[in-house]
């Protein structure tokens, strides 16, 4: 299955963003899955306030991934993200069953490796 996560990450550390966006990465790696991709959309403003771990927010950094994992694989990068005090707030919506079901999603692409 094809997903896509949209993550809102509290604001302030690119560092944070990326080592979240490393760990849901390696978590569809090591279930047999196959990352399709990150987008970074940057700080923005919040749709509405939210609070999170006694916390409120207006901004948030946005980033967004597609992956191919299996339900269970999805359902893990799910729980992880959950219990994560950085996250804001976060989707994990099933695009289709092929990338050519899908359009491209703008944004500045992302140049790091995944470790082996």
Known sequence: MLYEL???VRPGSLHEVKEIAK???ML???????VRGYTNWGTLLLPARARKHQAAYTHGHYFLMRFDSSARAQHAVRTTLGLDPRMVRFSVVRLGQRLDQIDAVGGKEWKFQMPA
């Open 6 to 8: 949209i993550a809102v």
């Open 23 to 25: 760990t849901a990465g």
């Open 28 to 34: 569809v790696l090591n279930s047999g899955g196959v």
